[in-house]
Nanobody, 122 residues
Framework: QLQLVESGGGLVQPGGSLRLSCAAS????????ISWFRQAPGKEREGVSC????????NYADSVKGRFTISRDNAKSTVYLQMNSLKPEDTAVYYC???????????????WGRGTQVTVSS
């Protein structure tokens, strides 16, 4: 049974920080790249960041580059997204997704988490 669960979202003021977590169970986590996506109401899903299976390769959307950092701890089967200098435009539901390959970007995505809400507002 494959499962990804996001956590760590919440309400934060502009310029603040949050750390999101994506916890996995039911499969061999270390074999696969993991990506973060986000979707705001009325907008299409946007890719945010990706990390390769061993953490040696990462990428970021231009809109978050320099502010967000993706990392993983395969011993804990968890991927993190550290979000700093948050802007109102970052408000969205954030999802993690299992890649179908080990590198970034993977050719496709399989399992998705349920998402965690991030709201940036003063």
């Amino acid at each position: 049974q494959l499962q990804l669960v996001e956590s760590g979202g919440g309400l934060v003021q502009p310029g603040g920080s949050l750390r999101l977590s994506c916890a996995a169970s039911g499969f061999t986590w270390r074999f696969y790249a993991i990506s973060w996506f986000r979707q705001a109401p009325g907008k299409e899903r946007e890719g945010v960041s990706c990390i390769s299976s061993r953490g040696g390769n990462t990428n970021y959307a231009d809109s978050v580059k320099g502010r967000f950092t993706i990392s993983r701890d395969n011993a804990k089967s968890t991927v993190y997204l550290q979000m700093n200098s948050l802007k109102p435009e970052d408000t969205a539901v954030y999802y993690c997704a299992l890649g179908t390959g080990s590198s970034c970007p993977p050719p496709d995505f399989g399992s998705w988490g349920r998402g965690t809400q991030v709201t940036v507002s003063s």
